[in-house]
């Protein structure tokens, strides 16, 4: 009887057992399932946020390379244009060059051509002397007795006339510092000859042959200022321009032509004014 009884509670244990152990294992599937979805979230939202990232970078990436190749080609363009800019230059002092040359060539028929011309009117002023001056002549020969003697104003002009070309002299001979030095004495001793504004100018041209172009300059804006009516003027502005194109004042030069051939059309040197300032503005239209 007792057994009997046993055994059905015995029964009844063991169900409820299993039960709660069925029970336990529920909640912990339910448990892990969630977990794992968590798992699953929390991966997917980092590799979300990876994926972002990364895409932030390549359009930085993308961005960074498309500016250095703007970069690049600019560069490029850059070394380009300095390039043609330094084959520029390198034509442009060639021509310069030439033009430098061509200048020494003109200031030298132009020194020539104005000792010539010096010789020809000192010629022809010793001739018109004699034809005025008859009689004193004739007695001077007769008497062999000085010159200065019988006409003291004669003398002058005789010593006025030999210290100009003893300083002529030198600087044909190329022997410009002293030239300088013997034209600054004799207008030091004759300020009011009518070789001054010659001697002037050869003062400049003097310092334009020793390449000293700014002293060049100064003196011949001395004669202009001093002698404004002399037929050396234009001769001296020419001269300024091309000591400007020495000292690459290329603007400065080509409006000093400009004035030559404004004021002065009929000079001289007008042509060869022309001339240079042709030259100059094909420079400047190729700039």
């Known amino acids: 009887m007792t057994m009997r009884l046993l055994i059905p ?3 009844l244990f063991f169900c409820s057992a299993s039960q709660a152990a069925l029970f336990a294992d529920n909640d ?3 448990e892990i399932v969630k977990l794992r979805s968590y798992v699953k979230e929390q991966q997917d939202k980092r590799i979300t946020d990876l994926q972002a990232k990364l895409d932030a970078s390549d359009a930085l990436r993308q961005a960074l390379e498309q500016r ?3 970069q690049e080609t600019q560069t490029v363009n850059l070394l380009a244009q300095i390039d043609r800019l330094n084959s520029d230059i390198s034509n442009l002092r060639g021509q310069l060059e030439v033009y430098s040359h061509e200048i020494e060539l003109s200031q030298q028929r132009q020194r020539d051509l104005y000792a010539d011309l010096d010789g020809r009117l000192r010629k022809l002023e010793a001739v018109g002397t004699a034809a005025a001056n008859p009689v004193q002549t004739t007695a001077a020969a007769a008497t062999g007795a000085d010159a200065s003697a019988t006409a003291p104003a004669g003398g002058d002009g005789a010593a006025e006339l030999q210290s100009y070309e003893a300083a002529l002299d030198l600087s044909k001979s190329g022997r410009h510092k002293e030239s300088i030095d ?3 004495k004799f ?4 300020p009011s000859s009518k070789y001054a504004a010659a001697a002037q100018y050869w003062i400049g041209y003097a310092y334009f042959s020793q390449k000293n172009y700014k002293s060049a300059i100064d003196s011949q804006k ?3 200022k001093t002698y404004p009516d002399s037929n050396k003027v234009p001769d001296a502005m020419y001269n300024i321009a091309n000591s400007q194109i020495q000292l690459s004042d290329l603007k400065g030069a080509r409006q000093t032509l400009r004035d030559v051939l404004a004021k002065y059309p009929l000079s001289e040197v007008a042509p060869l ?3 240079r300032l042709a030259v100059l503005e094909s420079i400047k239209s190729r700039n």
């Open 9 to 11: 509670l015995l029964l």
């Open 28 to 30: 912990a599937r339910d």
């Open 68 to 70: 250095i190749g703007v």
């Open 182 to 184: 013997a034209f600054g």
């Open 187 to 190: 207008l030091d001793a004759y």
């Open 222 to 224: 001395v004669l202009i």
């Open 273 to 275: 004014a022309k001339k």
